[in-house]
């Protein structure tokens, strides 16, 4: 059975930082593109970032350019989003996504599977 568990969202002030976790089980991690998406009142699962299952390809929304970082650890079968600077517009219930090839998408529909997401809000 394949989990996919977000985690370390959290309340911060305009201009502090937060890191979240995906940990991915019941499948090759190494074998899986890897995805964050954020949901507001205002937008269903935009797309925030990616990264390969080579991890050589990233790519930003880009509002988070230059903020946000993403990485993944295939030892440990866990993706990471370092988001810094943050403002109250990345406020969102961020979800992580999993695809089991090396193409890049940008809808979460197009991903096998994904979290329960975890809160995250910027306070101004």
């Known amino acids: 059975q394949v989990h996919v568990v977000e985690s370390g969202g959290g309340a911060v002030q305009a201009g502090g930082s937060l890191r979240l976790s995906c940990t991915l089980s019941g499948r090759t991690f190494s074998d899986n593109t890897m995805s964050w998406f954020r949901q507001t009142p205002e937008k269903e699962h935009e797309f925030v970032a990616v990264i390969s299952w080579s991890g050589s390809q990233t790519h930003f929304k880009y509002s988070v350019k230059g903020r946000f970082t993403i990485s993944r650890d295939d030892a440990k079968n866990t993706m990471y989003l370092e988001m810094n600077m943050l403002e109250p517009e990345d406020t969102g219930v961020y979800y992580c996504?999993?695809?089991?090839?090396?193409?890049?998408?940008?809808?979460?529909?197009?991903?096998?599977?994904w979290g329960q997401g975890t809160q995250v809000t910027v306070s101004s």
């Open positions: 996504a999993a695809r089991g090839d090396s193409i890049v998408y940008y809808k979460i529909e197009q991903y096998d599977y």
